[in-house]
């Protein structure tokens, strides 16, 4: 049986990381702390990422960005053409107004939501796999809820973020299968409420376990470990990171 190394903490030197979603929330605190822990950046977003990168680079780490509609099959492609990637934290995601069964373009918006929510996470964790088998393994993050568990963490919550997020968790168990022999590693996590500028209107922190919401520090550092040889034995896991909002 082969003795595993045992380092004193999480280290990313030397490893080169996509992270989508990074102009803004958990994405951007994601690629903040895999800067901390050493890893070498490659920012995804819609939106421009400056405000990310220049904390990225403040820590000493290098840093690519990539601007641009993961909907876009052309895009997603050129994010895995060029070196190797060791991991990918998929933290691009949106949620749409409410209420849903006012809205007059729901038909639009429940298939955007399909869209960017599970099919994007579903094309980018293929390419990742199909990327990272051929360069020897690697690690994928994807980010569910509490939402695809329980249905939402309050009445306001649609129905079609919900259904996107449980099938997200049901996309890691697929990918999982489909990849951890490829040496591939597919997880995610599945936050409770977080304070972002997706929830920019929420004021449910009161009203939680720990009477708060979370920061988004707090799941980007179980997303890092989910992108770290730490997590080496670690696939198909939906990490609930919820302060204690839902215990499944
Ligand atoms: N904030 C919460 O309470 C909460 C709770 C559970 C799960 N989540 C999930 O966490 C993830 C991150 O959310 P957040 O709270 O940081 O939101 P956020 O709105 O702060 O960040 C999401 C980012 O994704 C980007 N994005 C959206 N669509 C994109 C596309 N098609 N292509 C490229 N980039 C795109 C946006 O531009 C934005 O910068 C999402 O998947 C979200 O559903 C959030």
Redesign the pocket.
């Known amino acids: 049986m082969p003795t595993l190394p045992i380092p004193s903490a999480i280290s990313m030197q030397g490893k080169r990381v996509l992270v989508?979603?990074?102009?803004?929330?958990?994405?951007?605190?994601t690629a903040i702390v895999l800067a901390e822990l050493g890893a070498e950046l490659v920012l995804?977003?819609?939106?421009a990422?400056d405000a990310t990168r220049d904390e990225v680079q403040s820590r000493g780490a290098t840093c690519a960005t990539a601007q641009?509609?993961?909907?876009?099959g052309a895009?997603m492609a050129s994010l895995f053409a060029g070196e190797r990637l060791h991991a990918v934290a998929?933290?691009?995601?949106?949620?749409m107004g409410r209420p849903w069964n006012e809205d007059a373009n729901w038909n639009a918006r429940f298939h955007r939501m399909m869209?960017?929510?599970v099919r994007?996470p579903l094309e980018l964790a293929f390419a990742a796999t199909e990327h990272m088998a051929a360069h020897g393994g690697g690690h994928i993050v994807?980010?569910?809820?509490?939402?695809g568990k329980t249905g939402g963490?309050s009445l306001s919550t649609p129905p079609d973020?919900s259904a996107?997020?449980g099938a997200?968790h049901a996309l890691v168990k697929w990918m999982s299968r489909n990849a951890v022999g490829r040496g591939v590693m597919v997880n995610a996590?599945?936050?409770?409420?977080?304070?972002?500028?997706?929830?920019r209107n929420?004021n449910m922190g009161p009203t939680l376990p720990l009477g708060r919401?979370?920061q988004?520090e707090e799941?980007a550092w179980p997303i890092a470990f989910l992108c770290s040889s730490a997590a080496s034995y670690m696939s198909g896991a939906i990490l609930d990171v919820n302060g204690g909002a839902f215990v499944g």
């Open positions: 989508t979603g990074a102009a803004s929330g958990i994405g951007k605190a995804c977003d819609l939106s990422m641009g509609d993961l909907t876009d895009f998929h933290c691009a995601g949106i949620l869209d960017v929510n994007v994807l980010v569910g809820s509490v939402a963490t973020y996107s997020k997200v996590v599945a936050p409770g409420p977080v304070q972002t500028a997706m929830t929420s919401m979370g988004p799941l």
